[in-house]
C-alpha cells in the first residue's frame, strides 16, 4: 500500500481536536450513566476500535466492553450494500444492562440499524448510540444516536479507525481521501 501522504487531500480532523471532543464525550457518558449498575460498551470491529479505547480512559464509571462485527460492504466498495450480516457475536449476554454501541461513522445508516434491531432483541435495559462521526446527510435509514463526536461532509474519510481497503486505521487523525489519487474500484 501506497504511503498516506499520498492518498490524503487533507486533514479533516486533527488529533488534538479528536482527543479534545472524546474527552467531552467521555465525561458526558460518565454523568449520563453514574447510576448504572451494569454499563457494557460494545464496539462494533473494526472500524471503532480505535474510538473506544480512547473513549473508554475517559469514562469514569465502571463498565465492561465486548466486540462484535458485521460486514455490509462488498470488496472494493464505498457504498453500504443494505444487506448487514453478523460476523461475530457478542460472548456475553446484554439482557437487562445498559448498552452503549460504540460506532467510527454513521453513514447511510444501514448498518446501524440493524445492529440496533438484532441487540434490542435481546432485551437490554437501555440501547444507545455513540458515534465519532456522523455524516447526516447520506443517512438513508433513521437512527436515534444519542452521542456525536462530529459531524461531517459528504467525504470519504480515514484513519484513526477508519480504513481505505483496510490499510491506515492507524493514523492518529481523521483525513480525507483525494479521490483522483485514489478513487474507487467501482
Ligand atoms: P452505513 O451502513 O452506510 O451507515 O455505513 C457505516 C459503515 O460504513 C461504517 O461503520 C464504516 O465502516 C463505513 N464507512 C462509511 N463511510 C466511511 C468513510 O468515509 N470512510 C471509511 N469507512 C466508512
Ligand atoms: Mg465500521
Do not use: A
Given at each position: 500500500m501506497i504511503p498516506y501522504r499520498d492518498v490524503l487531500k487533507e486533514v479533516l480532523i486533527p488529533e488534538d481536536v479528536l482527543q479534545e471532543r472524546i474527552a467531552a464525550l467521555g465525561r458526558e457518558i460518565s454523568e449520563d450513566y453514574?447510576?448504572?449498575?451494569?454499563?457494557?460498551l460494545i464496539c462494533i470491529l473494526r472500524g471503532g476500535v480505535m474510538f473506544l479505547t480512547d473513549l473508554m480512559r475517559q469514562i469514569t464509571v465502571p463498565h465492561a466492553i465486548?466486540?462484535?462485527a458485521v460486514s455490509s460492504y462488498g470488496a472494493g466498495n464505498r457504498e453500504s450494500t443494505g444487506q448487514v450480516r453478523l460476523t461475530l457475536?457478542?460472548?456475553?449476554?446484554?439482557?437487562?444492562r445498559d448498552v452503549l454501541l460504540v460506532e467510527d461513522i454513521i453513514d447511510s445508516g444501514r448498518t446501524i440499524a440493524s445492529v440496533l434491531e438484532l441487540l434490542s432483541a435481546r432485551r437490554p435495559n437501555t440501547l444507545r448510540v455513540c458515534t465519532l462521526l456522523d455524516k447526516a446527510e447520506r443517512r438513508?435509514?433513521?437512527?436515534?444516536?444519542?452521542y456525536v463526536g462530529f459531524s461531517i461532509p459528504n467525504e470519504f474519510v480515514f484513519g484513526y479507525g477508519l480504513d481505505?481497503?483496510?490499510y491506515y486505521r492507524n493514523l492518529p487523525f481523521i483525513g480525507v481521501v483525494d479521490l483522483d489519487k485514489y478513487p474507487s474500484k467501482e
Open positions: 453514574i447510576d448504572s449498575k451494569n454499563l457494557i465486548e466486540f462484535m457475536d457478542l460472548n456475553t449476554d446484554i439482557y437487562e438513508e435509514v433513521y437512527v436515534p444516536i444519542q481505505l481497503d483496510e
